[in-house]
């Protein structure tokens, strides 16, 4: 009997579904970065033509080559007054006598990886060729208490914002629920800040340069118990940017071209309490699952990874969600140096966003650069040998938004 449609004739599971929709093969050709912090020399309108200009010339294409631009960024209204930011990018670019669709996306901390993804799903479909996406922010122009306000906006305004709950509260109780159920200490959640203070110290783009010490992390102000304010990554000011464009192409552009293997996105409640668990979030574990069925390998290929460690408990929370070790594994792991470089399975050796520095709307395109520049062989003084394979996780807000990239060189 013929299907008559619905989901009965839809493929339903993710390994499925990647092979149902595979595309074309894409590829990033260029990347391109600022420098990360308070970057008060710097406008908004500056930073992202730094960092787009520099991955355009990475790529080595000109303007009139470009189908599609993307640009992540959370709030822009807010920050500096203006929306609309798209065509605003395509212009201060120098590109605007192009006239290609240019296109803002929004997911909190996850804009930056969701701009990727629609860039990524844009080559695959054939829809475009060469696809410019790019994230920025510029956080620091706002007083703390505005800042705070904004931040706050990508939580539930009406079940935790409006009651007086902080985004660095809400992480507090994830972060004593980990303590509570899986056994996480002090010391475990401390070692995530002062691995990626040391990683940092590497890498050029990096908002702090400088080591810190567990007994320095314990001994900082108290922001939400558990966590002081060295628990806390910093928002910052940025840009990042990468170019894609088919697999099959890529070579004809760079003799470097890094394949996304797969890309996925998962979402979840807004509001805390409504959530199964406080100690993972089943928005990135969805996400983790169809960027490995797209991929055709997990975490035990994974040789590297960029994790979303807005607070030192979610670098936590995304190794586990991830896979790299079993739940409760991954606090005992970092104290005893699997996590850094040198370590079975290095994270964040760009200092990750507590130390590189949380330019919100660019952190996502910053970790895709850094996995590409890892795979590419390029990571001088953090390179991690033999590099083939590496994975980046962004979340937005408390994490009702995660997308997963799994990325790999041939």
Same mark, same amino acid.
């Given at each position: 009997?013929?299907?008559?449609? /619905?989901?009965? &004739?839809?493929?339903?599971?993710?390994?499925?579904? *990647? #092979?149902?929709?595979?595309?074309?093969?894409?590829?990033?050709?260029?990347?391109?970065?600022?420098?990360?912090?308070? #970057?008060?020399?710097?406008?908004? =309108?500056?930073?992202?033509?730094?960092?787009? %200009?520099?991955?355009?010339?990475?790529?080595?294409?000109?303007?009139?080559?470009?189908?599609?631009?993307?640009?992540?960024?959370?709030?822009?209204? $807010?920050?500096?007054?203006?929306?609309?930011?798209?065509?605003?990018?395509?212009?201060? !670019?120098?590109?605007?006598?192009?006239?290609?669709?240019?296109?803002?996306?929004?997911?909190?901390?996850?804009?930056?990886?969701?701009?990727?993804?629609?860039?990524?799903?844009?080559?695959?479909?054939?829809?475009?060729?060469?696809?410019?996406?790019?994230?920025?922010?510029?956080?620091?122009?706002?007083?703390?208490?505005?800042?705070? #306000?904004?931040?706050?906006?990508?939580?539930?305004?009406?079940?935790?914002?409006?009651?007086?709950?902080?985004?660095? *509260?809400?992480?507090?109780?994830? !972060?004593?629920?980990?303590?509570?159920?899986?056994?996480?200490?002090?010391?475990? %959640?401390?070692?995530?800040?002062?691995?990626?203070?040391?990683? /940092?110290?590497?890498?050029?783009?990096?908002?702090?340069? +400088?080591?810190?010490?567990?007994?320095?992390?314990?001994?900082?102000?108290?922001? @939400?118990?558990?966590?002081? #304010?060295?628990?806390?990554?910093?928002?910052?000011?940025?840009?990042?940017?990468?170019?894609?464009?088919? %697999?099959?192409? *890529?070579?004809?552009?760079?003799?470097?071209?890094?394949?996304?293997?797969?890309?996925?996105?998962?979402?979840?409640? $807004? !509001?805390?309490?409504? +959530?199964?668990?406080?100690?993972?979030?089943?928005?990135? =574990? *969805?996400?983790?699952?169809?960027?490995?069925?797209?991929?055709?390998?997990?975490?035990?290929?994974?040789?590297?990874?960029?994790?979303?460690?807005?607070?030192?408990?979610?670098? $936590?929370?995304? $190794?586990?969600?991830?896979?790299?070790?079993? =739940?409760?594994?991954?606090?005992?792991?970092?104290?005893?140096?699997?996590? @850094?470089?040198?370590?079975?399975?290095?994270?964040?050796?760009?200092?990750?966003?507590?130390?590189?520095?949380?330019?919100?709307?660019?952190?996502?395109?910053?970790?895709?650069?850094?996995?590409? &520049?890892?795979?590419?062989?390029? !990571?001088?003084?953090?390179?991690?040998?033999?590099?083939?394979?590496?994975?980046?996780?962004?979340?937005?807000?408390?994490?009702?938004?995660?997308?997963?990239?799994?990325?790999?060189? %041939?």
């Amino acid at each position: 009997m013929p299907s008559t449609g /619905g989901r009965s &004739s839809l493929a339903t599971n993710p390994a499925e579904k *990647a #092979r149902h929709h595979a595309g074309r093969e894409v590829a990033v050709i260029g990347i391109g970065q600022t420098a990360f912090g308070e #970057r008060w020399e710097a406008s908004f =309108r500056d930073l992202v033509t730094e960092a787009g %200009l520099k991955a355009i010339q990475d790529a080595n294409i000109q303007g009139e080559d470009i189908d599609a631009v993307y640009v992540g960024s959370m709030s822009t209204a $807010l920050t500096i007054g203006q929306e609309h930011v798209a065509p605003l990018v395509i212009d201060h !670019a120098g590109l605007a006598d192009f006239h290609m669709p240019a296109t803002r996306v929004e997911g909190s901390g996850a804009s930056g990886s969701i701009a990727f993804r629609q860039g990524v799903l844009a080559v695959r479909s054939g829809d475009a060729d060469i696809v410019v996406v790019g994230g920025v922010e510029k956080m620091t122009d706002s007083s703390d208490a505005e800042t705070a #306000r904004i931040v706050g906006s990508s939580m539930d305004q009406e079940w935790e914002s409006f009651v007086g709950a902080t985004d660095t *509260a809400i992480h507090a109780m994830m !972060a004593r629920a980990h303590m509570d159920e899986l056994g996480t200490t002090l010391d475990m %959640l401390a070692q995530v800040a002062v691995k990626n203070h040391d990683h /940092g110290l590497k890498n050029p783009y990096a908002q702090f340069k +400088r080591p810190i010490t567990r007994e320095q992390v314990h001994a900082a102000p108290m922001v @939400a118990d558990p966590l002081t #304010r060295l628990h806390c990554a910093p928002l910052s000011d940025g840009a990042s940017t990468v170019v894609l464009c088919p %697999l099959e192409a *890529a070579e004809s552009f760079t003799k470097k071209p890094v394949k996304v293997a797969g890309t996925g996105q998962g979402s979840d409640t $807004l !509001a805390l309490h409504a +959530r199964h668990s406080l100690t993972t979030m089943a928005a990135a =574990r *969805a996400a983790a699952e169809r960027a490995y069925a797209q991929a055709g390998w997990g975490p035990d290929s994974v040789d590297v990874a960029e994790l979303h460690d807005a607070y030192t408990v979610n670098e $936590l929370i995304a $190794l586990e969600d991830l896979g790299f070790f079993p =739940r409760g594994g991954a606090g005992p792991a970092t104290l005893e140096g699997e996590t @850094a470089l040198g370590g079975r399975i290095p994270i964040n050796p760009s200092g990750g966003l507590k130390a590189r520095g949380h330019a919100v709307g660019a952190t996502g395109l910053a970790q895709i650069a850094e996995i590409v &520049s890892q795979l590419r062989n390029e !990571a001088e003084g953090r390179q991690v040998k033999d590099a083939r394979r590496g994975v980046c996780h962004n979340t937005g807000g408390t994490g009702a938004t995660a997308v997963v990239t799994a990325l790999e060189v %041939l």
